[in-house]
Protein backbone atom coordinates (compact mmCIF):
# COMPACT_ATOMS: atom_id res chain seq x y z
CA UNK A 1 0.00 0.00 0.00
CA UNK A 2 1.65 3.41 -0.90
CA UNK A 3 2.24 6.19 1.81
CA UNK A 4 -0.78 8.26 1.03
CA UNK A 5 -3.73 5.42 0.90
CA UNK A 6 -1.99 4.38 4.42
CA UNK A 7 -2.09 8.50 5.52
CA UNK A 8 -5.64 7.80 4.57
CA UNK A 9 -6.90 4.36 5.70
CA UNK A 10 -5.20 5.46 9.32
CA UNK A 11 -7.19 8.45 9.43
CA UNK A 12 -10.47 6.29 9.09
CA UNK A 13 -9.43 3.94 11.72
CA UNK A 14 -8.40 7.09 14.28
CA UNK A 15 -11.67 8.18 13.51
CA UNK A 16 -13.96 5.37 13.78
CA UNK A 17 -12.21 4.30 17.37
CA UNK A 18 -13.17 7.79 18.68
CA UNK A 19 -16.32 7.44 18.06
CA UNK A 20 -16.55 4.01 19.49
CA UNK A 21 -14.60 5.21 22.77
CA UNK A 22 -16.82 4.58 25.83
CA UNK A 23 -17.86 8.23 27.53
CA UNK A 24 -16.03 7.24 30.69
CA UNK A 25 -12.28 6.11 29.33
CA UNK A 26 -9.62 7.61 29.68
CA UNK A 27 -7.60 8.31 26.55
CA UNK A 28 -3.46 7.53 26.22
CA UNK A 29 -2.59 8.93 22.23
CA UNK A 30 0.85 8.72 21.79
CA UNK A 31 1.17 11.35 18.35
CA UNK A 32 1.65 14.54 20.61
CA UNK A 33 1.92 12.59 24.47
CA UNK A 34 3.27 14.86 27.35
CA UNK A 35 5.24 13.34 29.76
CA UNK A 36 2.49 13.94 32.13
CA UNK A 37 -0.02 12.26 30.01
CA UNK A 38 2.85 9.08 29.85
CA UNK A 39 3.66 9.07 33.59
CA UNK A 40 -1.12 8.84 34.18
CA UNK A 41 -0.38 5.90 31.70
CA UNK A 42 2.19 4.69 33.74
CA UNK A 43 0.84 4.99 37.05
CA UNK A 44 -2.86 3.51 35.77
CA UNK A 45 -0.78 0.08 34.18
CA UNK A 46 -2.40 0.96 31.23
CA UNK A 47 1.14 0.96 29.66
CA UNK A 48 4.84 0.07 30.25
CA UNK A 49 7.75 1.35 29.78
CA UNK A 50 8.86 -1.50 27.29
CA UNK A 51 5.35 -0.90 25.16
CA UNK A 52 6.59 3.19 25.34
CA UNK A 53 9.79 2.42 23.90
CA UNK A 54 8.23 -0.17 21.05
CA UNK A 55 5.62 2.33 19.83
CA UNK A 56 7.79 5.19 19.36
CA UNK A 57 10.23 2.50 17.61
CA UNK A 58 7.56 1.30 15.43
CA UNK A 59 7.70 5.56 14.24
CA UNK A 60 11.04 5.48 13.53
CA UNK A 61 11.14 2.16 11.66
CA UNK A 62 7.69 3.46 9.81
CA UNK A 63 9.30 6.97 9.24
CA UNK A 64 12.56 7.84 9.31
CA UNK A 65 14.11 5.90 6.62
CA UNK A 66 10.75 4.71 5.01
CA UNK A 67 7.58 6.83 4.83
CA UNK A 68 8.27 10.29 4.68
CA UNK A 69 11.81 9.42 5.01
CA UNK A 70 13.02 12.26 7.68
CA UNK A 71 15.76 10.94 8.61
CA UNK A 72 16.14 12.02 11.51
CA UNK A 73 18.34 9.75 13.78
CA UNK A 74 21.52 8.40 13.13
CA UNK A 75 21.96 5.33 15.82
CA UNK A 76 19.02 4.05 17.37
CA UNK A 77 19.92 2.31 20.80
CA UNK A 78 19.87 -1.74 20.60
CA UNK A 79 19.42 -2.03 24.35
CA UNK A 80 16.78 0.42 24.64
CA UNK A 81 14.17 -2.41 25.11
CA UNK A 82 16.26 -3.95 27.89
CA UNK A 83 16.58 -0.80 29.74
CA UNK A 84 12.90 -0.27 29.56
CA UNK A 85 12.80 -4.09 31.28
CA UNK A 86 14.80 -2.50 33.87
CA UNK A 87 12.64 0.58 34.15
CA UNK A 88 9.24 -1.23 34.25
CA UNK A 89 11.01 -3.82 37.00
CA UNK A 90 11.92 -0.81 39.63
CA UNK A 91 8.54 1.02 38.68
CA UNK A 92 6.88 -1.98 40.33
CA UNK A 93 8.93 -2.43 43.19
CA UNK A 94 8.00 1.05 44.17
CA UNK A 95 11.90 2.74 42.54
CA UNK A 96 11.14 5.55 41.06
CA UNK A 97 14.54 7.20 40.02
CA UNK A 98 12.97 10.97 39.13
CA UNK A 99 10.72 12.89 36.96
CA UNK A 100 12.22 10.69 33.42
CA UNK A 101 11.82 7.36 34.41
CA UNK A 102 11.56 4.78 31.90
CA UNK A 103 10.89 7.90 29.42
CA UNK A 104 12.49 7.69 25.95
CA UNK A 105 14.99 10.58 25.16
CA UNK A 106 16.71 11.53 21.92
CA UNK A 107 20.03 13.10 21.94
CA UNK A 108 21.63 15.56 19.55
CA UNK A 109 24.97 13.28 18.48
CA UNK A 110 27.25 16.06 19.82
CA UNK A 111 26.91 14.25 23.50
CA UNK A 112 28.88 11.59 24.74
CA UNK A 113 27.35 8.35 25.52
CA UNK A 114 29.24 5.84 26.81
CA UNK A 115 27.47 2.77 25.13
CA UNK A 116 26.73 4.43 21.78
CA UNK A 117 28.52 6.04 19.47
CA UNK A 118 29.32 9.91 19.43
CA UNK A 119 30.33 11.27 15.93
CA UNK A 120 29.00 15.16 16.07
CA UNK A 121 27.99 13.98 12.35
CA UNK A 122 31.48 13.45 11.21
CA UNK A 123 31.78 9.64 9.24
CA UNK A 124 35.34 9.71 10.15
CA UNK A 125 33.79 9.22 14.09
CA UNK A 126 31.35 6.56 12.98
CA UNK A 127 32.44 3.96 15.56
CA UNK A 128 33.74 6.59 18.26
CA UNK A 129 32.42 5.17 21.95
CA UNK A 130 33.73 8.03 24.50
CA UNK A 131 34.81 6.84 28.09
CA UNK A 132 32.65 8.99 30.01
CA UNK A 133 28.85 10.25 29.47
CA UNK A 134 28.60 13.69 28.96
CA UNK A 135 27.00 15.68 31.96
CA UNK A 136 23.99 16.14 31.06
CA UNK A 137 23.66 12.99 29.65
CA UNK A 138 24.28 11.21 33.45
CA UNK A 139 21.86 14.08 34.60
CA UNK A 140 18.84 12.37 32.54
CA UNK A 141 20.02 8.59 33.09
CA UNK A 142 20.00 9.57 36.52
CA UNK A 143 16.44 10.93 36.15
CA UNK A 144 15.85 7.44 34.81
CA UNK A 145 15.24 8.74 31.07
CA UNK A 146 16.40 6.04 28.29
CA UNK A 147 18.53 7.09 25.84
CA UNK A 148 16.64 5.82 22.77
CA UNK A 149 19.05 7.15 19.77
CA UNK A 150 21.34 9.95 18.48
CA UNK A 151 20.40 12.32 16.07
CA UNK A 152 21.85 13.84 13.16
CA UNK A 153 22.89 17.54 13.28
CA UNK A 154 25.01 19.53 10.69
CA UNK A 155 28.65 18.20 10.70
CA UNK A 156 30.52 19.43 13.92
CA UNK A 157 27.56 21.91 14.21
CA UNK A 158 27.83 24.12 11.80
CA UNK A 159 25.59 24.36 8.37
CA UNK A 160 27.76 26.38 5.88
CA UNK A 161 24.64 26.07 3.56
CA UNK A 162 23.39 22.74 3.86
CA UNK A 163 21.15 22.78 6.70
CA UNK A 164 21.04 19.48 8.81
CA UNK A 165 23.52 17.84 6.72
CA UNK A 166 26.63 15.42 7.56
CA UNK A 167 28.47 12.82 5.79
CA UNK A 168 27.51 10.39 8.96
CA UNK A 169 24.07 11.13 8.37
CA UNK A 170 23.38 12.73 5.51
CA UNK A 171 20.27 15.32 4.62
CA UNK A 172 17.45 15.78 7.66
CA UNK A 173 14.30 17.01 6.24
CA UNK A 174 11.53 19.05 7.94
CA UNK A 175 8.48 16.91 8.36
CA UNK A 176 6.24 19.32 7.73
CA UNK A 177 7.56 19.80 4.39
CA UNK A 178 9.96 17.23 2.57
CA UNK A 179 11.40 20.46 0.62
CA UNK A 180 12.05 22.49 3.21
CA UNK A 181 14.95 22.22 5.68
CA UNK A 182 15.09 21.55 9.82
CA UNK A 183 17.26 24.26 9.95
CA UNK A 184 20.52 23.76 11.81
CA UNK A 185 22.41 22.32 13.32
CA UNK A 186 19.77 20.57 16.24
CA UNK A 187 18.48 19.59 12.92
CA UNK A 188 17.62 15.86 13.74
CA UNK A 189 16.47 16.09 17.33
CA UNK A 190 13.97 18.53 15.80
CA UNK A 191 12.65 16.54 12.96
CA UNK A 192 12.64 13.43 15.41
CA UNK A 193 10.37 14.90 18.41
CA UNK A 194 8.35 17.05 15.75
CA UNK A 195 7.73 13.63 14.19
CA UNK A 196 7.07 12.30 17.86
CA UNK A 197 10.00 9.92 17.57
CA UNK A 198 10.23 11.05 21.28
CA UNK A 199 8.87 13.05 23.68
CA UNK A 200 12.48 14.87 24.68
CA UNK A 201 15.11 15.65 23.16
CA UNK A 202 18.67 17.52 23.41
CA UNK A 203 20.66 20.22 21.54
CA UNK A 204 23.53 22.48 21.41
CA UNK A 205 23.18 26.13 20.59
CA UNK A 206 26.17 28.38 19.18
CA UNK A 207 24.14 30.55 17.04
CA UNK A 208 20.50 29.77 17.10
CA UNK A 209 21.20 25.96 16.86
CA UNK A 210 18.74 25.21 19.32
CA UNK A 211 15.96 27.92 18.52
CA UNK A 212 15.32 27.58 14.79
CA UNK A 213 15.41 23.96 14.57
CA UNK A 214 12.67 24.02 17.39
CA UNK A 215 11.15 27.49 15.63
CA UNK A 216 10.50 25.55 12.32
CA UNK A 217 9.51 22.18 14.18
CA UNK A 218 6.82 23.56 15.67
CA UNK A 219 8.30 23.36 19.04
CA UNK A 220 9.51 24.68 22.41
CA UNK A 221 13.67 25.06 22.33
CA UNK A 222 15.81 26.53 25.51
CA UNK A 223 18.47 28.08 24.98
CA UNK A 224 19.83 28.44 28.46
CA UNK A 225 21.94 30.94 30.40
CA UNK A 226 25.71 30.56 29.44
CA UNK A 227 26.80 28.85 32.53
CA UNK A 228 23.24 26.93 33.78
CA UNK A 229 23.89 23.83 32.18
CA UNK A 230 27.36 22.32 31.46
CA UNK A 231 29.19 21.38 28.05
CA UNK A 232 31.99 18.69 29.49
CA UNK A 233 31.70 15.67 27.14
CA UNK A 234 29.88 17.49 24.18
CA UNK A 235 31.78 18.18 21.28
CA UNK A 236 32.31 21.80 21.02
CA UNK A 237 31.97 24.27 18.56
CA UNK A 238 32.69 27.61 20.20
CA UNK A 239 33.13 27.55 23.90
CA UNK A 240 32.42 31.24 24.55
CA UNK A 241 28.94 30.62 23.05
CA UNK A 242 28.00 27.11 23.20
CA UNK A 243 25.18 25.97 25.72
CA UNK A 244 23.18 23.03 25.79
CA UNK A 245 19.22 22.75 26.45
CA UNK A 246 15.95 20.92 26.20
CA UNK A 247 13.80 20.80 23.07
CA UNK A 248 10.26 19.27 23.75
CA UNK A 249 6.94 19.79 22.23
CA UNK A 250 5.12 21.67 25.44
CA UNK A 251 6.95 24.45 27.50
CA UNK A 252 5.60 22.35 30.56
CA UNK A 253 8.07 19.12 29.09
CA UNK A 254 10.65 21.56 27.99
CA UNK A 255 10.93 23.01 31.93
CA UNK A 256 10.79 19.59 33.56
CA UNK A 257 13.86 18.18 31.11
CA UNK A 258 15.52 21.76 31.91
CA UNK A 259 15.36 21.25 36.00
CA UNK A 260 17.12 17.56 35.50
CA UNK A 261 19.99 18.87 33.21
CA UNK A 262 20.84 21.78 34.70
CA UNK A 263 23.39 21.66 37.85
CA UNK A 264 27.08 23.06 38.45
CA UNK A 265 29.47 20.83 36.70
CA UNK A 266 33.39 20.94 38.16
CA UNK A 267 34.18 20.07 34.59
CA UNK A 268 32.96 22.95 33.26
CA UNK A 269 33.73 26.06 35.31
CA UNK A 270 31.47 27.96 34.05
CA UNK A 271 28.47 26.29 35.36
CA UNK A 272 29.79 27.15 39.15
CA UNK A 273 28.91 30.79 38.53
CA UNK A 274 25.54 30.77 38.42
CA UNK A 275 23.14 30.47 41.13
CA UNK A 276 23.94 28.89 44.50
CA UNK A 277 21.11 26.63 44.64
CA UNK A 278 19.83 25.30 41.51
CA UNK A 279 16.39 25.13 40.70
CA UNK A 280 15.38 21.49 40.10
CA UNK A 281 11.90 22.07 39.13
CA UNK A 282 11.12 24.58 36.54
CA UNK A 283 7.00 23.78 36.69
CA UNK A 284 6.69 25.31 39.48
CA UNK A 285 7.09 28.93 37.51
CA UNK A 286 4.59 28.08 34.88
CA UNK A 287 1.42 30.84 35.29
CA UNK A 288 -1.47 31.18 33.00
CA UNK A 289 -1.21 34.65 33.84
CA UNK A 290 2.61 35.35 34.43
CA UNK A 291 2.33 37.91 31.43
CA UNK A 292 -0.16 40.20 33.18
CA UNK A 293 1.06 43.09 34.15
CA UNK A 294 4.33 42.78 32.41
CA UNK A 295 5.95 44.88 29.97
CA UNK A 296 7.07 43.38 26.90
CA UNK A 297 9.28 44.62 24.66
CA UNK A 298 8.79 43.86 20.85
CA UNK A 299 12.44 44.12 19.19
CA UNK A 300 11.87 45.93 15.47
CA UNK A 301 15.77 45.62 14.09
CA UNK A 302 14.80 42.41 12.84
CA UNK A 303 11.19 42.42 11.45
CA UNK A 304 10.09 42.23 7.58
CA UNK A 305 11.93 39.47 6.06
CA UNK A 306 8.55 37.18 5.45
CA UNK A 307 5.42 39.11 5.24
CA UNK A 308 3.87 35.92 7.13
CA UNK A 309 6.09 35.60 10.06
CA UNK A 310 5.47 39.46 10.70
CA UNK A 311 1.08 39.15 10.61
CA UNK A 312 1.70 36.06 12.94
CA UNK A 313 3.97 37.96 14.97
CA UNK A 314 1.48 40.91 15.07
CA UNK A 315 -1.60 38.16 16.30
CA UNK A 316 1.03 37.24 18.72
CA UNK A 317 1.31 40.48 19.85
CA UNK A 318 -3.05 40.63 20.32
CA UNK A 319 -2.83 37.47 22.56
CA UNK A 320 -0.10 38.88 24.62
CA UNK A 321 -2.20 42.23 25.00
CA UNK A 322 -5.10 40.32 25.48
CA UNK A 323 -3.44 38.24 28.69
CA UNK A 324 -2.50 41.96 30.02
CA UNK A 325 0.64 42.86 28.99
CA UNK A 326 2.03 46.01 27.78
CA UNK A 327 3.71 45.05 24.35
CA UNK A 328 6.25 48.09 23.83
CA UNK A 329 7.88 48.81 20.37
CA UNK A 330 11.48 49.17 20.62
CA UNK A 331 14.43 49.83 18.64
CA UNK A 332 17.82 48.44 19.69
CA UNK A 333 21.10 50.28 19.22
CA UNK A 334 22.59 50.71 15.97
CA UNK A 335 25.80 48.95 17.45
CA UNK A 336 23.10 45.75 17.54
CA UNK A 337 22.22 45.75 14.43
CA UNK A 338 25.04 43.27 12.62
CA UNK A 339 25.17 40.46 15.44
CA UNK A 340 27.27 38.24 13.40
CA UNK A 341 30.42 40.78 13.74
CA UNK A 342 31.03 40.01 17.47
CA UNK A 343 31.21 36.34 16.89
CA UNK A 344 33.40 36.19 14.20
CA UNK A 345 36.92 36.26 16.59
CA UNK A 346 35.56 33.76 18.91
CA UNK A 347 34.08 31.55 15.64
CA UNK A 348 37.35 31.83 13.52
CA UNK A 349 39.63 31.32 16.54
CA UNK A 350 38.58 28.81 18.87
CA UNK A 351 37.50 26.13 17.52
CA UNK A 352 41.19 24.41 16.04
CA UNK A 353 41.88 24.14 19.54
CA UNK A 354 38.90 22.90 21.36
CA UNK A 355 38.22 20.45 18.83
CA UNK A 356 41.49 18.79 19.36
CA UNK A 357 41.38 18.63 23.33
CA UNK A 358 38.11 16.83 22.80
CA UNK A 359 39.43 14.60 20.17
CA UNK A 360 42.59 13.94 22.79
CA UNK A 361 39.67 12.30 24.99
CA UNK A 362 39.09 9.39 22.07
CA UNK A 363 40.74 6.31 22.46
CA UNK A 364 42.49 5.21 19.22
CA UNK A 365 42.44 5.12 16.46
CA UNK A 366 40.50 8.16 16.08
CA UNK A 367 42.03 11.28 15.23
CA UNK A 368 44.08 13.67 17.69
CA UNK A 369 44.42 17.22 16.26
CA UNK A 370 42.88 18.70 13.53
CA UNK A 371 44.65 18.20 10.60
CA UNK A 372 44.32 14.87 11.14
CA UNK A 373 40.95 14.77 11.23
CA UNK A 374 40.53 17.00 7.94
CA UNK A 375 42.97 14.18 6.08
CA UNK A 376 40.56 11.50 7.55
CA UNK A 377 37.51 12.78 6.10
CA UNK A 378 38.95 13.09 2.56
CA UNK A 379 39.69 9.79 2.37
CA UNK A 380 38.08 7.76 -0.59
CA UNK A 381 35.32 5.66 1.72
CA UNK A 382 33.83 8.90 2.57
CA UNK A 383 34.78 11.77 0.16
CA UNK A 384 33.22 9.71 -2.54
CA UNK A 385 30.32 8.15 -0.69
CA UNK A 386 26.74 9.50 -1.50
CA UNK A 387 27.25 11.53 1.84
CA UNK A 388 30.79 13.83 1.73
CA UNK A 389 31.40 16.17 4.06
CA UNK A 390 30.27 19.15 2.94
CA UNK A 391 32.86 21.43 0.75
CA UNK A 392 31.97 24.76 2.74
CA UNK A 393 32.31 22.61 5.92
CA UNK A 394 35.62 21.43 4.89
CA UNK A 395 36.79 24.58 3.86
CA UNK A 396 35.86 25.85 7.44
CA UNK A 397 38.18 23.54 8.74
CA UNK A 398 41.21 24.09 6.64
CA UNK A 399 40.78 27.59 7.48
CA UNK A 400 40.91 26.89 11.27
CA UNK A 401 43.65 25.70 10.72
CA UNK A 402 45.42 28.74 9.86
CA UNK A 403 43.68 31.03 12.73
CA UNK A 404 45.77 32.76 15.17
CA UNK A 405 43.92 30.78 18.30
CA UNK A 406 43.09 31.36 21.50
CA UNK A 407 45.84 34.11 22.19
CA UNK A 408 44.68 36.07 18.85
CA UNK A 409 44.44 39.88 20.16
CA UNK A 410 40.97 39.82 18.34
CA UNK A 411 39.50 37.86 20.12
CA UNK A 412 40.97 38.61 24.04
CA UNK A 413 39.44 42.17 22.80
CA UNK A 414 36.43 40.66 22.03
CA UNK A 415 36.04 38.62 24.92
CA UNK A 416 36.90 41.80 27.07
CA UNK A 417 35.36 44.69 25.78
CA UNK A 418 32.74 44.03 22.76
CA UNK A 419 30.91 40.83 24.39
CA UNK A 420 30.80 42.56 27.89
CA UNK A 421 29.40 45.86 25.90
CA UNK A 422 26.05 43.61 23.59
CA UNK A 423 25.11 42.54 27.13
CA UNK A 424 25.40 45.88 28.77
CA UNK A 425 23.26 47.50 25.71
CA UNK A 426 20.67 44.61 25.89
CA UNK A 427 20.49 45.47 29.25
CA UNK A 428 20.03 49.23 29.34
CA UNK A 429 17.64 48.87 26.58
CA UNK A 430 15.35 46.78 28.95
CA UNK A 431 15.71 49.18 31.69
CA UNK A 432 15.35 52.40 30.06
CA UNK A 433 12.19 50.92 28.89
CA UNK A 434 10.91 48.84 32.14
CA UNK A 435 10.66 45.95 29.59
CA UNK A 436 10.81 42.18 31.76
CA UNK A 437 11.43 40.30 28.72
CA UNK A 438 12.43 40.88 24.49
CA UNK A 439 10.08 39.08 21.81
CA UNK A 440 10.98 38.77 18.19
CA UNK A 441 10.07 36.47 15.71
CA UNK A 442 12.58 33.26 16.31
CA UNK A 443 13.79 33.21 12.57
CA UNK A 444 12.53 36.28 10.34
CA UNK A 445 11.85 33.67 7.62
CA UNK A 446 10.62 29.80 7.23
CA UNK A 447 12.60 27.03 6.70
CA UNK A 448 14.20 27.21 3.77
CA UNK A 449 14.62 25.06 0.75
CA UNK A 450 16.56 22.40 1.36
CA UNK A 451 19.92 22.53 -0.48
CA UNK A 452 19.38 20.27 -2.95
CA UNK A 453 16.58 22.05 -4.20
CA UNK A 454 17.64 25.06 -7.02
CA UNK A 455 14.78 27.08 -6.68
CA UNK A 456 11.05 27.33 -4.97
CA UNK A 457 9.24 29.98 -5.61
CA UNK A 458 7.19 29.28 -2.49
CA UNK A 459 10.44 30.60 -0.42
CA UNK A 460 9.94 34.16 0.51
CA UNK A 461 12.93 36.02 2.57
CA UNK A 462 14.61 39.09 2.31
CA UNK A 463 16.44 39.01 5.39
CA UNK A 464 20.26 39.20 4.82
CA UNK A 465 20.59 36.38 7.68
CA UNK A 466 17.27 35.18 8.91
CA UNK A 467 18.72 33.96 12.39
CA UNK A 468 20.08 36.95 13.19
CA UNK A 469 18.08 38.39 16.18
CA UNK A 470 18.52 34.76 17.60
CA UNK A 471 22.20 35.76 17.57
CA UNK A 472 22.19 38.28 20.41
CA UNK A 473 21.47 35.96 23.25
CA UNK A 474 24.43 33.54 22.16
CA UNK A 475 26.19 37.08 22.42
CA UNK A 476 25.12 38.05 25.68
CA UNK A 477 24.90 34.52 27.14
CA UNK A 478 20.81 35.31 27.82
CA UNK A 479 18.32 33.01 28.14
CA UNK A 480 15.98 32.52 24.90
CA UNK A 481 13.01 30.55 24.48
CA UNK A 482 11.03 30.24 22.02
CA UNK A 483 7.36 29.33 21.29
CA UNK A 484 4.93 27.62 18.48
CA UNK A 485 3.19 31.15 17.09
CA UNK A 486 1.70 29.73 13.87
CA UNK A 487 1.94 28.08 10.71
CA UNK A 488 3.02 30.34 7.17
CA UNK A 489 -0.20 28.90 4.27
CA UNK A 490 2.28 26.04 3.45
CA UNK A 491 1.85 24.46 6.29
CA UNK A 492 5.45 25.48 7.95
CA UNK A 493 5.57 26.83 11.89
CA UNK A 494 6.66 29.85 13.20
CA UNK A 495 8.53 30.64 16.52
CA UNK A 496 8.51 33.34 18.63
CA UNK A 497 11.08 33.63 21.30
CA UNK A 498 11.25 35.57 24.68
CA UNK A 499 14.80 36.50 26.34
CA UNK A 500 15.86 38.21 29.45
CA UNK A 501 18.95 38.80 31.64
CA UNK A 502 21.16 35.92 32.45
CA UNK A 503 19.41 33.28 34.74
CA UNK A 504 16.10 34.70 34.12
CA UNK A 505 14.92 31.05 32.93
CA UNK A 506 11.51 31.26 35.70
CA UNK A 507 10.23 34.48 34.23
CA UNK A 508 10.57 33.65 30.77
CA UNK A 509 9.06 30.18 31.15
CA UNK A 510 6.39 31.79 33.00
CA UNK A 511 5.96 33.95 29.82
CA UNK A 512 6.12 31.51 27.56
CA UNK A 513 3.61 28.82 29.07
CA UNK A 514 0.88 31.74 29.15
CA UNK A 515 1.25 33.01 26.15
CA UNK A 516 1.58 28.61 24.90
CA UNK A 517 -1.49 28.12 26.76
CA UNK A 518 -3.20 31.16 25.37
CA UNK A 519 -2.42 30.37 21.91
CA UNK A 520 -1.93 26.40 21.58
CA UNK A 521 -1.31 26.51 17.77
CA UNK A 522 1.27 23.47 17.69
CA UNK A 523 -0.11 20.67 15.32
CA UNK A 524 1.67 17.39 14.67
CA UNK A 525 2.57 17.42 10.64
CA UNK A 526 0.84 15.10 8.46
CA UNK A 527 3.69 13.28 7.36
CA UNK A 528 3.52 11.54 9.97
CA UNK A 529 0.25 10.33 11.17
CA UNK A 530 -0.40 8.13 14.46
CA UNK A 531 0.04 4.26 13.51
CA UNK A 532 -2.10 1.26 14.91
CA UNK A 533 -1.96 0.53 18.64
CA UNK A 534 -0.74 4.13 19.29
CA UNK A 535 -4.39 4.99 21.36
CA UNK A 536 -4.81 3.22 24.39
CA UNK A 537 -8.21 3.64 26.56
CA UNK A 538 -8.33 2.71 30.05
Not at 76 to 93: C, F, H, S
Not at 248 to 259: F, M, N, Y
Not at 445 to 458: L, R
Amino acid sequence: MGFSKRLALLTVITTLSSSLRPAWAERFELQEATLSDIQAAFEAEALTSVELVQLYLNRIEAYDSQGPAINALITVNPEALAIAAEMDTARAAGEIMGPLHGIPVILKDNFNTVDLPTTAGSAVLAEAIPLTDAFVVQQLRAAGAIILAKANMSEFAASYGRLGYSSMGGLTLNPYNLGRDASGSSSGTAAAIAANFAVLGTGSDTAGSIRGPAAVAGLVGIKPTLGLTSRSGIVPLTLSFDVVGPMARTVTDAAIALGVMAAPDPADPVTLSGPSTPIADYTQFLDADALSGARIGLVQNFLGGNPRVDALTAEAIAQIEGLGATVVPIDLPEALDSPWTYMTPAWDNEFKFQIEAYLATLPDPFPQTLPALIEASQVPAIADSATPMNPARLESLEAALEASGLADPGLLYNLTYELPRVRQLLLEAMAENSIDALIYPTMACPASPIYTVEADPTYVCSADDPYEAGYLANLSGFPDITVPMGFTEAGLPIGLSFMAEAYSEPKLLGFAFAYEQASLVRQPPATTPALSGEVIDY
